[in-house]
Each structure stands twice: as structure tokens, then as C-alpha cells.
Nanobody
């Protein structure tokens, strides 16, 4: 399995931007498709964005399309989530995750990911 560590969360105001990072170690990072999930209190963990092993394919949940951008740098073993025009409803714990399964975009479920980071809190005030 690959080990993942997220960073970059914080408290921001509506309309602000944040960039989350997820550093991977332990296995060949470029062999994994990556996803960003989020989980708000009382809600299920849901996928926000996904990126294929090469970075050639990216997909987004409708709720973040046009505002969030997922990217990866395989030379740095890192995946990013650029979040712009943040809204209070984006408040959640954000997790990155790695999957060895066939790339499925935002059709992935959490069970498809074998490695998870510890999560980073994003809070957007109105």
C-alpha cells in the first residue's frame, strides 16, 4: 500500500481559495489513480475529484465542477486539489485516497480505495 499525508486545510471565508496537497510514499505513486473525498458531519464520505495514474483524465462531482481542480506531479509523488470560490457547503474533512483499480472517475466508491490519508479540515465561513 501507499502511505498518504494531506496538508493545506484551514479556515477561510466564502469566495476564498485553498490548495490541498497529498504526499505519497511507500509504493510507486504513478501506479495509482487518486481521488479526493470529503465528509461533512452527519454525512457519508463522497468523492469530490479523481485523476488517472498519468494525470490524463480528471473528473469532478457536479457540486465542485468549475471551481475545483485536481492535479498530480508523479515526480514529486504528490496530488493536489485547488479549490476556488469556496462556499460554506464545502466545509468538511477532506481525504486523499489511492486506488489500483481501473480508472472510474467519480463513479468510484470509497471501498475502491485501499490507501487513505488522515484527512485535513476545511472550514468555509459565510
Amino acid at each position: 500500500q501507499v502511505q498518504l499525508v494531506e496538508s493545506g486545510g484551514g479556515l477561510v471565508q466564502a469566495g476564498d481559495s485553498l490548495r490541498l496537497s497529498c504526499a505519497a510514499s511507500g509504493r510507486t505513486f504513478s501506479n495509482y489513480a487518486m481521488g479526493w473525498f470529503r465528509q461533512a458531519p452527519g454525512k457519508e464520505r463522497a468523492i469530490v475529484a479523481a485523476i488517472s495514474w498519468s494525470g490524463g483524465r480528471t473528473d469532478y462531482a457536479d457540486s465542485v465542477k468549475g471551481r475545483f481542480t485536481i492535479s498530480r506531479d508523479n515526480a514529486k509523488n504528490t496530488v493536489y486539489l485547488q479549490m476556488n470560490s469556496l462556499k460554506p457547503e464545502d466545509t468538511a474533512v477532506y481525504y486523499c485516497a489511492a486506488s489500483r483499480l481501473y480508472y472510474s472517475g467519480v463513479s468510484y466508491s470509497p471501498a475502491d480505495f485501499g490507501s487513505w490519508g488522515q484527512g485535513t479540515q476545511v472550514t468555509v465561513s459565510s
